[in-house]
């Protein structure tokens, strides 16, 4: 095993922990995403309620639901899969991927300490890095992609 595989979550994850309270409507949710600049808040005033993220939300406008009057609490995950601060990075990808989750909150007591997301896994572990080309392939333009 890779010693960076033993790293703990603590040394990569996102602080403080965005949240938002169950009762906010979904509406109030995405303008605090888009101004906070993160993807996902932890539902709960005191412990973890859910979780609500932009995915989330994308599907409750794609449902037509009422944006601005229906709380949060009714479209976020529950219950959170989470991990804790001294638990290895390996740990918090083999948990994401076990669980279908991308976002896990990192908790202390019971209390959000912070979050890991599959972006700051990947940003993490640099053989997972993707090498972005400089410019398009030749043949873009005429529709191959291989």
Known sequence: MAEEDQTPVSEIMSSPVKRVSPEAS??????QLSKEHVGSLVVGDDIIDGIVT??????AVGAERD??????EEI???????????ESVRTAGERMGHN?????????????????????MAHFFPRSRLQMATSAEPHVSEGEYE
């Open 76 to 86: 976020a995950s529950d219950p959170v899969v989470t991990i804790r601060p001294h």
């Open 100 to 120: 279908g989750v991308k976002k896990l909150p990192v908790t202390e007591d019971g209390e959000p300490v912070g979050i890991v997301t599959t972006t700051d």
């Open 26 to 31: 979904i509406a109030e949710a995405a303008r």
């Open 67 to 72: 944006l601005a009057n229906t709380p949060v």
């Open 54 to 59: 932009e995915a989330d939300i994308v599907r």
